[in-house]
């Protein structure tokens, strides 16, 4: 618990939703928070960042979520944005940099690499009873919670 408390004081997306550093303030709910990023990928790049204090999804509750993505939305559609990622990480080695959940919208105003989010997809062949195995394992942990 102590560590939690520590986070909720060191955590620099908990002091830009209550006001102790600065930001470029887009939309503001009861439950999420939504700015300017100050080191955008492209123009407008924006993120969202639940009020609540989680540093993964999973340990997120549901309403926050459900609060985040129609601010997306909105953000998305106040840019005319045509082509433009939503992107949330977990963990380091996924690139997650701070521990508090959140979401970027970055518009991707060009095919250019210059601009906007740069992601590699390095897709494998699956064994298709890997598949299925893994399936079943899946939607029965599924059905569980």
């Given at each position: ?13 908990c002091?830009?939703v ?53 601010i ?18 977990n ?27 740069v ?27």
């Amino acid at each position: 618990m102590a560590s939690v408390a520590r986070s909720l004081t060191t955590c620099i997306f908990c002091k830009i939703v209550k006001g102790e550093i600065p930001s470029f303030k887009l939309v503001e709910t009861d439950l999420s928070y939504s700015f300017l990023d100050i080191g955008p990928l492209s123009r407008g790049h924006a993120l969202i960042i639940p009020k609540d204090h989680a540093a993964k999804l999973h340990e997120l509750p549901n309403e926050y979520l459900a609060d985040a993505m129609p601010i997306a939305k909105k953000i998305a559609a106040a840019q005319g944005l045509e082509n433009y990622n939503i992107l949330q990480n977990n963990g380091r080695i996924a690139h997650q940099e701070v521990d508090h959940v959140h979401f970027h919208v970055i518009p991707k105003p060009s095919a250019s690499d210059d601009e906007g989010l740069v992601v590699g997809w390095p897709a494998k062949p699956a064994d298709k009873e890997d598949l299925k195995a893994l399936q079943q394992e899946l939607a029965s942990k599924l059905s569980k919670l």
